[in-house]
């Protein structure tokens, strides 16, 4: 067992997720890289004149974060918009994570209270929940501000917003995050952090943003919580 983890989990009191990898893989069925395409497409029909670097961009999120960061609030509402819909497609052949599932029941189990924090939608998130008969287990669920992509992780708001609803000490709580924008936003709300090295060269990564702890697989944390529950 992972003595730093079961260390760090005995001093925190509530347990954040990041969605997008510690609970599941999304785009498993629908991939990240078509769905940014698709937004750059609809970026095109309105008319904007997309850089080579965008429109090569794979990552979705940062689509969004693109055009939110080029001041037009009505593009970017239909770009929140067209993404939002392609997430609510896309969860449905969203592949559960390893022993996700165990660890959101195995903390509920031990007495911690569960929140999502996603820079995903938020209806999303609620739709796979839901469908996984998981929604009872996570309170609150803080999802993506509508057409505001500057308040998504790193920016450390959601963070807190999960915080404040949870009413424990900033401190007491632990994000488990499989990018650095989980780790950076974390160590800017106060929170405890586990990075979840799910590919290999994340490890060192994590290491030198300076997660709490680096995990290569949520059995490490569901572990820890099951012997908690029933200690």
């Not at 999120?61 to 009505?74: F, I, K, M, S, Y």
């Not at 918009?81 to 392609?86: G, V």
Request: aromatic fraction near 4%; include cysteine.
């Amino acid at each position: 067992m992972n003595a730093d983890l079961s260390r760090l989990l005995g001093d925190v009191d509530a347990l954040l997720l990041d969605f997008d990898g510690p609970v599941c893989s999304i785009f498993a069925g629908y991939p990240a890289p078509q769905v940014a395409a698709e937004l750059v497409d609809v970026l095109r029909r309105h008319g904007v004149d997309v850089p080579p670097e965008l429109a090569s961009e794979p990552d979705p999120l940062e689509v969004l974060r693109r055009t939110g960061a080029a001041g037009d609030q009505d593009l970017t509402r239909t770009i929140e918009d067209a993404l939002c819909a392609a997430e609510r497609r896309a969860v449905e052949t969203a592949e559960p994570t390893p022993y996700g599932r165990e660890v959101i029941v195995g903390a509920r189990q031990a007495g911690m209270p569960v929140a999502v924090v996603s820079n995903n939608s938020a209806s999303a998130v609620s739709t796979y929940l839901a469908a996984h008969r998981l929604a009872a287990y996570v309170s609150p669920l803080v999802g993506r501000a509508y057409a505001d992509p500057g308040r998504m992780k790193p920016n450390p708001a959601p963070i807190l917003q999960a915080v404040r609803a949870l009413g424990e000490p900033a401190a007491r709580c632990v994000l488990i995050g499989d990018s650095l924008s989980d780790i950076d936003g974390a160590r800017a709300a106060g929170v405890r952090v586990v990075g979840y090295a799910n590919r290999p060269a994340k490890v060192e990564t994590f290491r030198a943003a300076e997660a709490d702890v680096v995990i290569t697989g949520m059995d490490e944390i569901a572990s820890v919580l099951i012997e908690r529950a029933g200690g």
